[in-house]
């Protein structure tokens, strides 16, 4: 979204199949360095009937916690920081964009009809020149509205998993290794905040989406055909333009 933001006429490009599959595999990687210690030794479990637990070793609970949630939280936090200045930046960037400025109207008089005094190739490129920041004007409002989304999404996130995870951190040195000290509604409450945060990203995202209200509202109606058109028309746009995109 930061390079959606800076760069939104490369970014698209960049983005590529091979990308996405690197950026898939980078995660699986991340979550398998997760979970697979404890299988090799690195491991101190509670033997209680009445909770389920992963390994409580000091190392592993400071190790597991910061990869799984503090880092990427910290990461995340930190870009949309990033993604907020570059934002206001190009919205004082592009404020007045669509409508010539001063110096590009030295050549344009205007005494109830518009009459140039430029040769007619300047005036394609001004008119070229319009074209290209109208579209970057528009392309960036697309990507502003998405940060935006974006923004509330990783606030919900930080809301809903920080208490759950500050509690994971802290149990063990509070309780030690051998039991869980720290009551079951607690854990079971703090446990379904961070379940709940996957039950209200669909809602944020058709909050700011009218497509997605839309699917959501054809999907609760039963309405398939609609959805099928609609997904049908969006991969013709697409192929469209592709075909349109020069070699």
């Not at 960049?14 to 997760?34: D, H, P, T």
């Not at 990783?154 to 509690?167: D, E």
Request: hydrophobic residues 40%; contains cysteine; glycine residues 4%.
């Amino acid at each position: 979204r930061y390079l959606g933001i800076t760069r939104p006429l490369t970014y698209p490009v960049r983005q590529n199949g091979k990308c996405m599959a690197k950026m898939i595999l980078c995660v699986w990687l991340l979550s398998a360095s997760i979970t697979i210690p404890p299988l090799f030794g690195w491991a101190q479990n509670v033997n209680d009937e009445k909770v389920c637990l992963i390994s409580q070793d000091f190392g592993y609970t400071i190790y597991s916690t910061a990869v799984a949630f503090y880092i990427p939280m910290s990461v995340m936090l930190f870009m949309y920081y990033q993604i907020y200045k570059a934002a206001k930046r190009s919205a004082a960037k592009h404020k007045f964009a669509g409508f010539p400025r001063p110096e590009e109207m030295e050549g344009i008089s205007m005494n109830g009809v518009i009459k140039l005094h430029k040769e007619s190739e300047e005036c394609t490129n001004f008119s070229r020149l319009l074209k290209h920041d109208k579209k970057n004007i528009s392309i960036f409002k697309r990507e502003q509205k998405a940060a935006t989304t974006l923004g509330i999404i990783v606030g919900a996130f930080t809301v809903c998993w920080l208490p759950f995870f500050l509690l994971s951190t802290a149990r063990p040195f509070i309780c030690g290794t051998a039991c869980s000290c720290i009551p079951l509604w607690v854990e079971r409450t703090f446990l379904w905040l961070g379940y709940a945060n996957s039950l209200i990203n669909p809602f944020i995202y058709a909050f700011f989406n009218r497509d997605l209200r839309t699917t959501y509202r054809n999907l609760l109606q039963c309405r398939y055909r609609n959805i099928n058109r609609k997904l049908s028309a969006a991969g013709m746009h697409e192929a469209l333009k592709l075909a349109e995109k020069p070699e």
